[in-house]
């Protein structure tokens, strides 16, 4: 038996076996075969819950956190009118401070007393004033009046730096020296402070 094929540009009878298929249409449209194409997705992103969510949290983060408050040392200074009292020389300590960290105390009047130098770096000044907060409240109370204890002036220089002071004022704080007074040098005090 010969079998001749003749070749007429087309296959009228050839359908391929289909395995699986997958459907977009509606069911309706079974038979007809349709090209499918592949979907090209969106390359954008929604970002309006991200931006929503990022502005909730800054502002629950700004509402329930608390703000430092700044560590001020409270400091009264009198008004540059009127008197200046009289103050008992027992119960007066003199602090100078000078340029390259040079601390001087005396109690009393700097011609009767002589002048011991003190290091800011070491704890001289706190055991210092220890000893004569003792004196003096042992001065008052001998006087009848115990509730007046020591008195300081804190004395600082020209040349002397912000953070010199700021350690004597902390000594205060430390020692509970509840009066103190910030004063300028009188041209005693100036001289001792600038011999070498």
């Given amino acids: 038996m010969n079998l001749t094929l003749q ?9 391929p076996k289909i395995m699986a298929e997958l459907s977009q249409g509606s069911s309706g449209e079974s038979g007809q075969s349709k090209k499918i194409r ?28 608390t703000l430092n408050k ?3 040392m409270d400091l009264i200074l009198p008004e540059s009118t009127g008197k200046p009292s ?3 020389e027992n119960r007066t300590l003199t602090i100078l401070i000078g340029a390259d960290d040079k601390t001087q105390c005396f109690m009393g009047k700097l011609a009767e007393n002589d002048p011991k130098k003190i290091d800011l770096n ?11 907060k003792k004196q003096a409240l042992a001065y008052s109370t001998s006087k009848g009046k115990p509730d007046q204890g020591l008195i300081v002036l ?12 700021v350690d004597v004022l902390d000594e205060m704080a430390i020692n509970n020296v509840p009066t103190f007074a910030i004063a300028d040098l ?11």
Avoid: C, H
């Fill in 122 to 132: 070491s704890t001289e000044l706190r055991k210092e004033l220890a000893v004569r």
């Fill in 154 to 165: 804190i004395k600082p220089g020209k040349q002397s730096s912000y953070g010199n002071l």
């Fill in 38 to 65: 592949s979907r090209k997705l969106s390359s954008k992103v929604d970002l309006t819950a991200m931006v929503d969510l990022a502005f909730l949290l800054i502002t629950f983060f700004m509402l329930t956190t």
């Fill in 86 to 88: 009289p103050v008992d």
């Fill in 7 to 15: 070749w007429r540009g087309e296959f009228t009878n050839l359908k």
């Fill in 70 to 72: 700044a560590n001020a």
């Fill in 186 to 196: 009188d041209k005693k005090e100036n001289e001792l402070m600038n011999r070498p």
